[in-house]
């Protein structure tokens, strides 16, 4: 099957800072892939380079078919691609109910899949009213992943779903991208390589800049040296 | 109750500075009796609605964009001189419609050019050229053409055509539809193809100066339509034109206000539109850049104000319907002001004008609520409030944030020059009143939080009152401790309060007093 997303060979500077320096990643339709690597290898820098946040300065991007390098990203984005970024970026002055309704590509894409987003994240519909800056770091998370949802995406980008959260809600998050998986493809960047093991089917290895190594997760999690190469502890 | 407590010791510093603020407002009433101390508020409310509605755009464009408008004053000022165009030279007002029409319908083919040099010469040193000689040679025929249209007659230094004489005639209700101007050597049918010749190869010009084309979007039909309805438009206004201004003219002073505001707000917005996207929206990348462009901007509006409208300062005449001076005035109470159009009513022993100290304060009030409600009750306002603080991740939700930025510029400009035409009856014009309500609109964002919509508010509202009460006991004294003569703060001393004001406030609460930390 061809994939939905292909990434080929993609060169991104920031400013005169070479940072990707040839990154390839294909995602198969219906898949988890994740993109592994050390602090600073170019993972995030990958994602947003997909979204035309910071764009290539050369290689390919083809998405569904579609050759979307150079597009602006609110062009890429609203070809059906999800985005869940570090940190969240949650609205703070936006209540949880605004952030999700700002997400929205056509009338009546929240309610739509209101059902599905509170299935999901059940806490947020009690929060549903309250303003961004009162949210928990793991409500946080939730919010940004439930927003994603709101229009209905082909392909979700998550970055560092599990970042500073308890285990508990990593539980949570764990499970929820696993059900939205049923339906959407996903990208994800982990550094938390016990959970990227449990979620991902395909695995991606960035190194400085370079994407050096992909393959079957299955295959990778009997690899200890590998692993132990490029991501240093097991 | 916990949740109170928290907000309590979270803005700590905040309420005790807002405690000090009114603590300092009431004791102002100990020296002066009710009706005077009413009409200093009244006087300071007014000051910070102007100094708001240039406040608002400011802190919203700055927000949003992180572009800190130079120019913003010189908008206030822009849209005061076209208000006062509009109002008292309405003749100049119908002449300017059709050549400004045709020059827009030519503007707006720019997507359909961007398309074609997509499509013919890629970007090249040879596209740069043919786009250059298209540039100005549309210049050169707009240069040639716009001279021939007929425009009433305007001479700043002949005290008959000058701007001021206007002004008098109106004053004295002796303003007479001045002489019709003739049209210009060219006649009508070659002034008019001229001049659409010349905006239709400066947009092709400027089209192929411009960065890479989006062929999709570049094919849409819309341009010609909306050039073709522009030129309609043109000829329709030129056609009536004689009746258009003898109407005008007859028109009471209320309504040719109220016409004058609605003009220059949107003659504001279109401006503010053009800035943005000509100048800075290619340089969002260079923020400084961006800073210096709109100095310039300010330059420039300061000598084509200079340029049309002449040197000297003048005044805009207050409209009839607060102009009222006859029988039952001044008024005695709000419902006798209204039935005689009293230009002053007595309350509570102030005399109070009823333009600068009401109709600008609710003005003023009515912008504040329609903002509020369109940045919380609208998508858009959603839109702008979630790119104050992040546009990158709006942008990655699939919203084109250009065009709410372009919009969010043009509103401001917009609100800005609505300020203009409206401080303009009670604070007169001058090619400086810009620049002194950029400043006080700086000291008000600062004073507020910079990026806060509530805190320009109430910036501006503080900046206006300080002003005035600093002016009214600079005439009656004040009482110090220690002090055996009652303080009298010198004229100097009423811009440097204000400044002093936004020190203390930074020196307590450096973001200000609704700033966010980052």
Redesign the interface.
């Known amino acids: 099957m061809s994939p939905l997303l292909e990434v080929r060979d993609i060169h991104t500077f920031i400013g005169q800072f070479h940072i990707l320096e040839g990154v390839s990643v294909a995602v198969p339709p219906g898949t988890i892939t994740v993109l592994l690597g050390r602090n600073g290898a170019g993972k995030t820098t990958t994602l947003k380079s997909i979204?035309g946040?910071t764009p290539p300065r050369s290689g390919q991007i083809c998405f569904a078919g579609q050759e979307i390098h150079g597009l602006?990203?609110?062009d890429i984005?609203?070809l059906g691609i999800g985005?869940v970024?570090e940190h969240r970026?949650i609205?703070?002055?936006?209540s949880v109910g605004?952030n999700l309704?700002?997400?929205e590509?056509r009338r009546g894409d929240f309610a739509r899949r209101e059902e599905l987003i509170f299935s999901l994240f059940p806490d947020l519909k009690r929060l549903i009213h309250l303003p961004g800056t009162h949210l928990s770091g793991g409500q946080q998370q939730m919010l940004a992943v439930a927003?994603a949802l709101v229009?209905e995406n082909r392909l979700l980008l998550i970055d560092e779903p599990s970042e500073g959260l308890a285990p508990v809600i990593i539980e949570q998050m764990i499970a929820a991208i696993r059900e939205l998986s049923a339906e959407t493809t996903v990208l994800l960047v982990e550094q938390n390589f016990l959970v990227a093991s449990q979620l991902a089917e395909r695995y991606v290895i960035v190194e400085e800049g370079r994407s050096v190594q992909s393959g079957l997760m299955a295959d990778l999690v009997q690899d200890k040296a590998t692993i132990q190469r490029y991501l240093g502890a097991a | 109750m916990s949740d109170v407590r928290t907000f309590l010791t979270r803005n700590r510093t905040r309420l005790i500075v807002l405690a000090l603020i009114a603590l300092l407002f009431l004791s102002s009433t100990q020296d002066m009796e009710g009706g005077e101390w009413l009409i200093t508020v009244l006087r300071g409310l007014s000051v910070g609605a102007v100094t708001f509605l240039v406040a608002a755009g400011l802190s919203l464009i700055l927000g949003l964009m992180d572009v800190l408008n130079l120019a913003h004053g010189e908008m206030y000022m822009i849209g005061a001189y076209v208000g006062w165009t509009v109002y008292v030279r309405p003749d100049t007002f119908v002449d300017m419609l059709t050549p400004v029409l045709i020059v827009a319908a030519g503007l707006v083919l720019w997507p359909f050019w961007r398309a074609l040099w997509a499509r013919l010469a890629p970007a090249s040193s040879r596209r740069r050229l043919l786009a250059w000689a298209a540039l100005l040679a549309g210049a050169l025929l707009l240069f040639l053409t716009l001279r021939a249209f007929p425009l009433a007659k305007w001479d700043p230094e002949v005290y008959a055509q000058s701007p001021i004489t206007f002004s008098l005639l109106l004053s004295q209700g002796t303003l007479q539809p001045p002489a019709a101007a003739e049209f210009g050597a060219l006649g009508p049918a070659l002034a008019f193809g001229g001049a659409l010749l010349g905006s239709v190869l400066l947009a092709a010009g400027m089209a192929g100066l411009s960065g890479r084309a989006d062929a999709a979007r570049d094919r849409r039909r819309w341009p010609f339509v909306a050039a073709v309805l522009l030129l309609v438009a043109a000829l329709a206004i030129f056609m009536v034109n004689t009746p258009l201004t003898e109407w005008l003219f007859s028109l009471s002073t209320s309504w040719r206000f109220f016409l004058a505001l609605a003009v220059a707000t949107g003659a504001g917005v279109i401006l503010g539109a053009l800035i943005e996207v000509t100048m800075i929206r290619p340089l969002y990348a260079r923020p400084i850049y961006q800073l210096m462009i709109t100095l310039g901007v300010s330059f420039i509006g300061i000598e084509v104000v200079r340029a049309v409208w002449g040197r000297p300062e003048f005044t805009m005449p207050k409209p009839a319907l607060f102009n009222g001076s006859g029988d039952g005035c001044p008024a005695e109470s709000l419902s006798a002001m209204l039935e005689g159009q009293c230009s002053t009513v007595l309350l509570f022993g102030g005399r109070i004008r009823t333009y600068n100290e009401i109709f600008i304060i609710l003005v003023g009030l009515t912008v504040l609520v329609a903002v509020w409600l369109l940045l919380q009750r609208t998508?858009i306002g959603?839109?702008i409030?979630?790119g104050?603080?992040?546009s990158?991740?709006?942008?990655?939700?699939?919203?084109?944030?250009r065009r709410v930025f372009t919009l969010v510029f043009a509103l401001g400009v917009g609100l800005a020059a609505l300020g203009g035409t409206l401080a303009a009856p009670s604070f007169g014009l001058s090619t400086a009143m810009g620049t002194s309500v950029l400043l006080l609109a700086l000291i008000a964002l600062a004073i507020g939080g910079l990026t806060s919509f509530p805190g320009a508010a109430a910036g501006a509202v503080l900046v206006g009152l300080l002003q005035q009460f600093m002016i009214k006991y600079g005439q009656i004294g004040i009482n110090l401790p220690f002090l055996a003569e009652p303080f009298k703060p010198s004229p100097p001393l009423v811009p440097a309060s204000t400044v002093l004001l936004m020190v203390v406030i930074l020196l307590v609460l450096p973001r200000g007093l609704f700033g966010?930390s980052e």
């Open positions: 979204l946040l602006r990203p609110y984005a609203a985005f970024p970026a609205f703070r002055d936006l605004e309704r700002i997400a590509r927003r229009p | 998508r959603m839109i409030r979630a104050v603080q992040d990158e991740m709006v942008e990655a939700l699939g919203i084109n944030v966010r």
